[in-house]
């Protein structure tokens, strides 16, 4: 097995540009519909 931290690292900053990626998305979608 590999390093947790690593991991869990990894996850976290997948989660975050998953988030940023989501939270852009939102921001097109309600600018456009203006």
Same mark, same amino acid.
């Given at each position: %097995?590999?390093?947790? +931290? +690593? $991991?869990?690292?990894? $996850? =976290? $900053? @997948?989660?975050? =540009?998953? /988030?940023? =990626? %989501? =939270?852009? @998305?939102?921001? /097109?979608? /309600?600018?456009?519909?203006?």
């Amino acid at each position: %097995m590999w390093s947790t +931290r +690593r $991991t869990v690292k990894f $996850t =976290a $900053t @997948a989660i975050t =540009a998953v /988030a940023m =990626a %989501m =939270a852009m @998305a939102v921001v /097109a979608v /309600a600018v456009g519909e203006r």
